[in-house]
Every structure is written in C-alpha cells, then in structure tokens.
C-alpha cells in the first residue's frame, strides 16, 4: 500500500491493526506523531468516516500540528476532530452542560478570575486570607476536580481535619458560586464532561456512537479526569490507540497518573501493545546511555532504543572545580563548537530555574546570544525585581521607577490616591517623588517609608551590599510578604541566588557599580525563534523538543535528584534525565561542580547518581582537583536564617512514629522532627516507601487515632 512506505515494520503494524486496543509505547523520537497521522488516513481510507474519528492531545500546537499533517496525507482529514480535552469538552458542553443545571452560554474563567472567586469566599465565610492563602486553596480544589473529588465527598473525607476542612468548605461555596454566575473554571471543562457521560446514559450513548475510533497522544500526562472521560467514551469498543512513553512520564505534580499507561491493558484485555524503539534524532551512544539510564527505574515497561545512524561523538562529562569554572567550560564549548554548530542548535537544559544566573552572566561576559524559552530571566523575577528596585533606591532616590515599585511593596498601607498626589505634585514642580516627600508634611505610613530609606542610606556607606541587603529583608520584613506568594520555596532560592551573585562581586567595588554590573546583564534582548541563540530552558521545558548539541548543566546530587529524592519521586527525577539525554540528536555534555554556591555557602557538591548510571565506555570524563587554599568555602548566615525571624507559636500534636494524614499523600508515618527557626521540618515515610520533607505549617499534618 502506497501509504505504507513511508514506515518501518513496528510503524505499520501500529497503523494497520484495526482488531484490538492498541498502546503504543514510542520512545523518544521514534516518530509517534507520524504513526498517529498514518493511522487516521489508514483509518479514513478502511470505511471510517472522518466525523466518527477523534484524536485527542495536549497542547494546541501539537493538535494543529497533527492536523496539518494528517491532511496532508489525507485532504478528508480537514473533518476529523483533532483536538486538545480540553476544546473536546467545551464543545461537548455546550451541548450538553444543561444536564447539570447550568446554561450553554457558560462564561470560562481565567486564573486571575478564579482567584477573585475565591476570595469572595474567604471574605463571606470570614476566613483571614494570610491564614487560607487564596492560590494555595485555588490549588487544593484543583488537585481534587482533577481527581474527581466533589466537593461534598472532600467534606466527608475531611471531617477529622481542621484545616483541611476548611478548604472542603471554600470548595463548595467556590462551586457553588460558579453554577449561581454559569461560570466554569479550567478543570471544570473536563470534571463536569465525564460528569455528564458517567451519570446520563443516553448522552454517554450519543458520544459512543459518534466516536467510533478514539486515538489518544501522550497518554502518560493524563490525570484521573482525562482518563475517565476516555475509559468512558470508549465503553466496551475495542477501537481506541494510545501512544505514550512511560519513560517520560514527569508530570506527577501537575496530577498526571503514570499508571494509567503502565496499567492500561487490566481496563482493555484484549489489548496489544507494540513498542516502537527505532530512534530517528539520536546516535547511537546517546541511546546507549538513555538506556542504561533508564532501565534503573521499576515502574515501567521495558523498551530498548536504537538507531540506524552512526555510533556518534561520546558524551563528556565535565566535572568542574566552581559552579562558575562549569559556566566558563559551558560558555567556552559552545564558542569551541561553533564551527559545527550554530548558537540556535545548542540548549542548555537544568533542573532548577535559579541555575540560569550564572549561566546567564558568563554568556553576557562572552558576548554569546541566549534567550530563556518557558521561563522568566533571572533578573525579571518579580523578588529580583523588588531587591534590585531597592537598591537602586537607596543609591539613587531621585529614581521614580524604582521608588514606584517600593513604595507599597510589602504592603504598608500607601494607598494609590497618596502615590497620585505624590506623582502630581513631583510632575507640576519638576522634581523627583523622593524631593516632595522630603518637602511635605506626610501621613505616618509615609513618614516611616522615608525614615527607613534614610537608614538604609546611611547604612550603605559603612556596610557591604551583602549586609545592606539583609537589612532591607529584614526592615521591610520581606520574607512574609513572599509567603503569601506563590511559589514561596522556589522564591527563596532564587534570593539566595542573588546574594551568590553578590559574594563574587569585588569587595572593593561599590553600590553604583554593582547595579551597574547588573544592568547590563538584564538589559539584552529577548531572541525570537528566528534569532540565532542559544536556548536555556529546564528539563520539563524541554519536552518534545530536540537539538543537535544539548547541555546538562549542573547535574550535581540534591539538585538532579533533588535532595532525599527517594522512590517514585527518585523514578521521575530519572525519567527527567532521560528526556534531557534523548533531546541530543549529535553531541551530549553534561556537567557539575566540586563547589556550588548556595544559601550563602560555597559548600562542596558531588556528581548527580545518575552520571554512575551511564557505562564508562560511553563517557568522556574530565575532572578538575579543587586546591583547597584557593577555594575555601565563603561561610554566611543561611538567608533563611536572616529573613525568617518570626517565634514559634504553634505546638505539634503528633511525635515521631505517629501515624498522620496528609491531604495530598494520604496516611504517613512521621519518622524525624526537626526544628527550623519558626518552623518545624517534619520527615514523613508515604506507604509506597518513599520520604517527604515537610514544614509543618504549610502541611498542617493530621494525626490518624
């Protein structure tokens, strides 16, 4: 058959086969995408007609990626319906919704929206929002629509729990109010879609009948939602295909299921799974290496890539002496290469966003090109900003902008017609805000503002950056203003980023100086797609994507994995390493450091466990022998320390060896109690055997009798 040449052997048996369930395990790069467009002009062209075949994936882009491939192959393709669950849902709904009570012209929410919701809530159940942070519960009731959890089963399942209970409670109001205004919120679109088909037969029976062939992409990324919705609009049928990749299963904390993959023939028995393992990206050395990898996790079905191309360059392993000596080797390779590859044909990939700095930097330093794909820089952080702003502040108080984005940051009652007149007055008179407000009789809350930048003026003659800046988090008492942000921990880290960046700044250099340094670093550029720089990205960022030079960087152990990583967690953290090798098409690097510089230590770092994992033969090694006289290690006081200095005013009900529920990871076992400043660090033993770290007041911990 003409359509069938294009394929390899295990490729066109994925398409043909027409009798069974089909799981179709594709490694990376094997060319998934290509079976599932064949498969739908196969289908098309053995009697289905194109309005009874739907094909479901993720994003929009591969959605309409697919779509253009597959008419291409098949101009009937152009009425199939390809398209994400969640477009899927919103046209099932509009039909439909009416089942629940609700009217078809639902209104759905953003996330800003959302959050506006659930403050109401706070407000009419008079909870205090610095207690119940509004995206914290925003995230709670997603995790549970996500889980098919009502809100009336998660008040029953919370009765013994205070806190927990509590959110149960907004849940409901939060609903409540949503059905009240016909509103709908993201997970809503797919919860209440397998609501209507679980409960209402002749809709299931409608939808069954449409869709008489169901094919599925990147079935590991489904939740418990997504998973319903296919098991119940498939039934009894055996026509469903989905194709996925255990081994790239690393979206756990968003709520995808990895068994729904592994454990996909015990719902089809009559299921035939077909693997294919011919890679089309890679050589064959990094396939060697993904291999060995990989095949250190128990949680997944086994497959073996391989290649026709040539073996390939072996991937070197750079074990630098400091994290910016792995920057500089970094910077200096891809200059090195550049003979061979272009700036866009290299990623730089890493596991954590604060790992961008110094990258960053060294690249501004060589005059090499970069853009950030999926992230913010470094320096656009919103803390960054906040320090920065300060700083700039109290070096220059005739600076408006920077005064603007102070001035009520943290919160200190400033209202926004104060700072109008403030602005008017500056404007009309021709002089800075600063000028004014040292001109005018103020209201106390401003007079203390300028009292406090005053102090940190005179502060800065006498003391260093470092100290200058942990005055200012402590006076302003930023710390508990980032904690009723989201993504408070990854905040942190990138503030103690900013102090690493303020240790390796010269002693002798001033205040000016330094935000000069900065300035230059933040003000390049954003790179479209067509500019040639090199991209930086983390490892889930990276996800689909392929280049021919890739970088690992900073594959050291309790960064990648993370620290006390441990079962399940340990098997993702592994399944991440996998995707960042198998992105390379050519050539592979990856790197660590002797020392990194974190929370204002340089402290001694050792090589990622899974670099071990990799066979000798496949790697290119190069170490650097630290000389201790030339590195030692710059002891400070851990930010932590510094910014959080708020008293213990709770006390634990539980102690080590109770048993206690945890609203996410069930019933636990506490196993150590550590005191942290104003918290309590609580280690817990899950039932699947793995660890978590937990602060107790962020958990809220439930003892099981």
Known sequence: MELLKNLNEKQVEAVINLQNPLLI???AGSGKTRVITYKISYLLENGFKPYNILALTFTNKAANGMKERAINLSPAAENVWISTFHSLCVRILRREIEWLGYKNNFTILDSKDSMAVIKSCLKELNFDEKVFLPKNILAQISFNKNKM???????????????ANKVAQVYKLYQSKLKVENLLDFDDLISLTAQILKNFPDVLDYYREKFKYILVDEYQDTNAAQYLLIKLLVGTSKNICVVGD?????????????????AFEND??????????QNYRSTQIILDAANSVIKNNLSRKSKNLWTQSQSGSKIFFYQADTYTDEANFLASTILNNLDEFSYKDCAVLYRNNFLSRVIEDEFVKKNIPYKLIGATRFYDHMEIKDL??????????????SFLRIVNTPKRGIGAKTIEKITTAAAQEKVSCWQILNSVSCPNNLTEFVRMIKEFIDYSFSHSIYDLLQKVLTDTNYNQYLQKCENYFSRIENIEEFFAKITEFDDSGSLSDFLQQISLLSEIDNYNENEDAVNLM????????????????????????GYLKSGLDLEEERRLFYVGITRAQKKLFISSSNYRLRNGEMLRSTPSQFIDEIPNKLLERKKIISTPKAYKPIYRPRVYEKIISEPKNFQLNYAVGDRVKHFKFGICTVEDIASVNADYQVTVKLSDGSKKILLAKFTNLAPVE
């Open 25 to 27: 395990l594709a490694g």
């Open 149 to 163: 959890i009502t809100p009336e089963k998660f008040l029953i399942e919370t009765e013994s729990d205070f806190r």
């Open 246 to 262: 255990d081994d790239q299963s690393i979206y756990s904390w968003r709520g995808a299921d990895i068994q729904n993959i592994l």
């Open 268 to 277: 089809f028995p009559d299921v035939k799974i077909i693997k294919l393992e």
């Open 388 to 401: 920065l702003a300060y700083l700039k502040f109290i070096n220059n108080p005739d600076d408006d902008t």
């Open 538 to 561: 983390t490892l889930h960022g990276a996800k689909g994507l392929e280049f021919p030079c890739v970088f690992i960087f900073g594959a050291d152990d309790e960064i990648f994995p």
